[in-house]
C-alpha cells in the first residue's frame, strides 16, 4: 500500500469499526462512541491524524489520550506479554529455566511449586501466567487509583493536560512488565524460526494483495463489488483499499488457504470468511 496512502494496522481498525462493518440500516460501522474509538487507536502519524479531526487532535497536540483509551492501551500490553510468554513455551522456542530469569516469571514460578510441587508442567505455565496477570491487572489498579486521588483531574481535559499517563503500573511492576517485554524481544521474537517465519507471512500478502489487485474477481462477489467502486470513485488508489481492507480481514489460516490456492492455480472464488 506504499504507493497508495499506505497502511496503518492500528487505523485499519479503525476503518473497519467506522466505514467497512455493516450491521445497520441506516449507516455504515457500528456507530461507536468517542472514548472507544480513541482506545482503539493506539498509534497514528501526523499526516492521518490530521485527516481525523478531533480524534487525532492529541497526536498533533501530542497531549495524553482519555483514561478509558489508557487502561486500553495496558490491558493489550499485559495480554499481548502474557500470550507470547505461553506461545513460547508451547513452540519450544523458551524454556522454563529461560524464563526464570525474568523476576516476574520467577516470583510466580516459585509460588506456584511451593504450593503445588507435583503439578504437571503444562498446568504448571497456566497457574503461572495467570497469577502474573493477576499481579499486574491487581497493581495497575492500585496504582492508577492512587495517581488519580494524588492528581484529582477535575475534567477530561485536566487527563490530557498531564506530563504522563496517568494509568500505569507502580515502579516495580513496570520494571518488570519492560523487563519481561526485553526478554520476549530478544529471546523470541527475534529467534531465527520466528523471523523466517515472518519473512515468509510477508511473501504471502504481497502475493496475496498483487493476484487481487491485478484481478478483483478472484475475491469474493462484496469484495469484488467494493473495489470496482472504490476504483470508480478514486482510481487505482481506491482499489487498492478495498483490496487491503480483504487481505487485512483475513486470518492467518485463511490467508496461507488462500495463497495455496492462487499457487496451485484455482480460478474459483473463495468462500466467504
Known sequence: MRDYGGFEHNLQS???????????????????TFETREGIL???SLANARRLGELGRRFIERTQPGLEAQIADLADAIAYNNHDVDDGLRSGLVTMEELRTVACFARQYEAVRAAHPQLPERRMVHEIIRRMIHEVVSDLIEETGRRLAEIAPADIDAV?????????????????HHELKKFLRNRLYRHERMQATRLGAGQVLKDLFEAYFEDVARMPEEHEAAARA???????????RAVADYVAGMTDRYAFEAHRRLAAGGTSRPTRE
Open 14 to 32: 479503525l476503518r473497519v469499526v467506522d466505514e467497512l462493518e455493516e450491521r445497520y440500516a441506516a449507516l455504515d460501522g457500528l456507530n461507536l
Open 42 to 44: 493506539k498509534h497514528c
Open 160 to 176: 490530557r493536560a498531564q506530563p504522563k499517563a496517568i494509568v500505569g503500573f507502580s515502579p516495580a511492576r513496570d520494571a518488570d
Open 230 to 240: 472504490a476504483e470508480s470513485a478514486a482510481g487505482r488508489a481506491g482499489r487498492a
